[in-house]
């Protein structure tokens, strides 16, 4: 096999990633529209008002005409999801830019009983950022101000509104980077994150929102701001109040500010893409990474053969491996961090070096080059797109046991045996659990979704997984939510939904199926 190590000037990833989600806010003029949300699934609308001329006419004098959305092709944008897989029907979009002006709007919905569905960067996969009905969308855009940069603590301040990327850019100037790195960090905000909690690939080495997040501000349903905005790191005084936002996914409150702890940026960064032959190698090439690597094993993304070929052939990408002609049956894509270039060079090759003597892997490539990590990075990060180009989608982001994590893959390829579907596959983080399902069809077929739905779900509870590891709940998964929820636990997220946004006006019909208000 070709063994190379390739070593030049030493650049960090969030300064290599100039892959922007350019599709987030796209216009589906020109596309095929999927079926309304509340006809496809049979939904039934809660007990709220209809928007009236009289609400118009409020908003418009509160945020001015430029920033209040009603014409219907304008509209469009905000009511239909990423994936497009659900679809809303509202007539109006606020667009506030300061906390005063979500207050005011949601003391006015409130009292009027307007539903209002807060909306980010509408890059989730679960429906949870677009309207069921023809709820109001507060769009949180404009709130893009970064607040305050302490470079000693490294702590950032910012508004909810603020892009994912130009944070990590803004960021790397002060020696600095964001705990989170997603593949649509370029339309993402950071508002959307913190209310999905969301994952993505630096979850492995620097955890989750949760631990990450300091404080934040929010407002709640009825336009009172919770001041949670604290930005130490040990703040042991009562209830954790942050907590009740941080992937409540806007059914709590709306989130309008968030101090979040920066990890310095690393000063050394590599990147080894691998070919193997089995899962069973992949476990045992992870296993031996975090004995090996330790401290600087970063990231570590599996991609099966379909995966890859589908953003490779897509995006007509070449493979960093090209060995084997046919390719390789599974991926691995893994980063190290720290502050030694050299040292950690020696490691990844020793690594890699050990994998290849014990027979884990067939092939492999080491670059600490930005052009080609760059490269490698963009073919694992196009594949959630690449394939929605293909046809609809239906996408499962679960956590599985790792010795099981692959095993629902071939599990469903036996189980869908109709000639229409395209692919089934699997890729995603491997380092946390985390597997992305994808199963393409030329359209949605309201069969073969019976045939996934409740099966995938049933399948990975049964093995004590998780049906949602880093996406939330939102639309598509809230009758599923008790196979990984306890009853109790069900129970006292409706107390508090109940509790905090008495009226249900707050994103209904996410997370949680809706009680009689």
Same mark, same amino acid.
């Given at each position: 096999?070709?063994?190379?190590?390739?070593?030049?000037?030493?650049?960090t990833?969030?300064?290599?990633?100039a892959f922007?989600?350019?599709?987030?806010?796209?216009?589906?003029?020109?596309?095929? #529209?999927?079926?309304f949300?509340?006809?496809?699934?049979?939904?039934?609308?809660?007990? *709220?008002?209809?928007?009236?001329?009289e609400?118009?006419?409020?908003?418009?004098g509160?945020?001015?005409?430029?920033?209040?959305?009603?014409?219907?092709?304008?509209?469009?944008d905000?009511?239909i999801?990423?994936?497009?897989?659900?679809?809303?029907?509202?007539?109006?979009?606020?667009?506030?830019?300061?906390?005063?002006?979500?207050?005011?709007i949601?003391?006015?919905c409130? $009292?009027?009983?307007?539903? &209002?569905?807060p909306?980010?960067?509408?890059?989730?996969?679960?429906?949870?950022?677009?309207?069921?009905?023809?709820?109001?969308?507060?769009?949180?855009?404009?709130?893009?101000? %970064?607040?305050?940069?302490? /470079?000693l603590?490294?702590?950032?301040?910012?508004?909810?509104?603020?892009v994912?990327?130009?944070?990590?850019n803004?960021l790397?100037?002060?020696?600095?980077?964001?705990?989170?790195?997603?593949?649509? #960090?370029?339309s993402?905000?950071?508002?959307?994150?913190?209310?999905?909690?969301?994952?993505g690939?630096?979850?492995?080495?620097?955890?989750?929102?949760?631990?990450?997040?300091?404080?934040?501000?929010? &407002?709640?349903?009825?336009?009172?701001?919770?001041?949670?905005?604290?930005?130490? #790191?040990?703040?042991?005084?009562?209830?954790?109040?942050?907590?009740l936002?941080?992937?409540?996914?806007?059914?709590?409150?709306?989130?309008?500010? &968030?101090?979040?702890?920066?990890?310095p940026?690393p000063?050394? !960064?590599?990147?080894?893409?691998?070919?193997?032959r089995?899962?069973?190698?992949?476990l045992?090439?992870?296993?031996?990474?975090?004995?090996?690597?330790?401290e600087?094993?970063s990231?570590?993304e599996?991609?099966?053969?379909?995966?890859?070929?589908?953003?490779?052939q897509?995006?007509n990408?070449?493979?960093p491996? !090209?060995?084997?002609?046919d390719?390789?049956?599974?991926?691995?894509l893994?980063?190290?961090?720290?502050?030694?270039?050299?040292?950690? $060079?020696?490691?990844?090759?020793?690594?890699?070096? #050990?994998?290849?003597?014990?027979?884990?892997?067939?092939?492999? !490539?080491?670059?600490?080059d930005?052009?080609?990590?760059?490269?490698?990075?963009? %073919?694992?990060?196009? %594949?959630?797109?690449?394939?929605? @180009? $293909?046809g609809?989608v239906?996408? *499962?982001?679960?956590? %599985?046991?790792?010795l099981?994590?692959?095993?629902?893959?071939? &599990?469903?390829?036996?189980?869908?045996?109709?000639?229409?579907?395209? @692919?089934?596959?699997?890729?995603?983080?491997?380092?946390?659990?985390?597997l992305?399902?994808?199963?393409c069809?030329?359209?949605?077929?309201?069969?073969?979704?019976?045939?996934?739905?409740?099966?995938?779900?049933?399948?990975?509870?049964?093995?004590?997984?998780?049906?949602?590891?880093?996406?939330?709940i939102?639309?598509?998964?809230?009758?599923?939510?008790?196979?990984?929820? !306890?009853?109790? /636990?069900?129970?006292?997220?409706?107390?508090?939904?109940?509790?905090?946004d008495p009226?249900g006006?707050?994103?209904?019909? @996410?997370?949680?199926?809706?009680?009689?208000?």
């Amino acid at each position: 096999m070709e063994f190379r190590i390739l070593v030049q000037v030493m650049w960090t990833r969030s300064q290599l990633r100039a892959f922007r989600n350019a599709t987030s806010f796209r216009s589906f003029s020109t596309i095929e #529209k999927p079926a309304f949300t509340c006809d496809r699934y049979k939904v039934q609308r809660g007990p *709220y008002a209809r928007i009236s001329d009289e609400h118009a006419t409020f908003f418009d004098g509160l945020l001015g005409r430029n920033r209040v959305l009603s014409n219907a092709e304008e509209c469009e944008d905000y009511n239909i999801d990423y994936a497009r897989i659900v679809r809303g029907k509202s007539s109006l979009v606020l667009k506030p830019k300061t906390t005063e002006e979500v207050s005011a709007i949601l003391r006015y919905c409130n $009292e009027k009983r307007l539903a &209002v569905c807060p909306q980010s960067g509408n890059t989730g996969l679960v429906g949870g950022s677009v309207p069921v009905f023809d709820e109001i969308v507060l769009s949180m855009k404009l709130m893009n101000r %970064i607040i305050e940069t302490d /470079e000693l603590a490294g702590v950032l301040t910012c508004e909810a509104g603020c892009v994912l990327e130009d944070l990590d850019n803004h960021l790397s100037t002060a020696g600095l980077m964001m705990p989170i790195d997603l593949g649509a #960090k370029g339309s993402c905000l950071i508002g959307g994150c913190v209310s999905t909690n969301a994952g993505g690939v630096r979850l492995f080495r620097y955890g989750n929102l949760h631990g990450n997040v300091l404080g934040l501000e929010a &407002v709640k349903a009825n336009g009172d701001v919770v001041d949670c905005l604290n930005t130490l #790191k040990k703040n042991n005084t009562g209830y954790h109040l942050k907590h009740l936002f941080i992937g409540s996914e806007g059914t709590l409150g709306v989130v309008t500010k &968030v101090a979040i702890q920066c990890p310095p940026l690393p000063k050394a !960064t590599n990147v080894a893409f691998l070919g193997l032959r089995s899962f069973d190698h992949a476990l045992k090439t992870f296993q031996l990474a975090k004995k090996e690597l330790g401290e600087i094993l970063s990231s570590f993304e599996l991609m099966d053969r379909l995966s890859l070929n589908t953003s490779v052939q897509v995006y007509n990408m070449k493979s960093p491996l !090209t060995s084997k002609p046919d390719g390789h049956d599974f991926y691995i894509l893994l980063e190290t961090s720290g502050s030694d270039a050299n040292h950690d $060079e020696e490691k990844l090759a020793a690594f890699v070096e #050990k994998a290849l003597a014990d027979d884990m892997i067939e092939d492999g !490539t080491l670059t600490s080059d930005p052009a080609k990590m760059k490269h490698m990075w963009s %073919i694992r990060e196009h %594949i959630s797109d690449a394939i929605l @180009k $293909e046809g609809y989608v239906f996408k *499962y982001d679960i956590s %599985i046991p790792y010795l099981s994590f692959y095993e629902v893959i071939e &599990v469903l390829r036996k189980r869908l045996r109709d000639p229409s579907i395209k @692919k089934i596959s699997g890729y995603g983080h491997m380092g946390d659990g985390n597997l992305h399902v994808q199963i393409c069809i030329p359209s949605y077929d309201a069969n073969i979704a019976s045939q996934i739905e409740p099966f995938i779900f049933e399948y990975v509870s049964k093995l004590r997984g998780s049906v949602s590891a880093e996406h939330g709940i939102g639309f598509m998964k809230t009758k599923y939510l008790q196979m990984s929820r !306890t009853p109790s /636990e069900i129970e006292l997220m409706q107390d508090l939904k109940s509790m905090m946004d008495p009226n249900g006006i707050l994103n209904p019909y @996410k997370v949680l199926h809706p009680r009689k208000f």
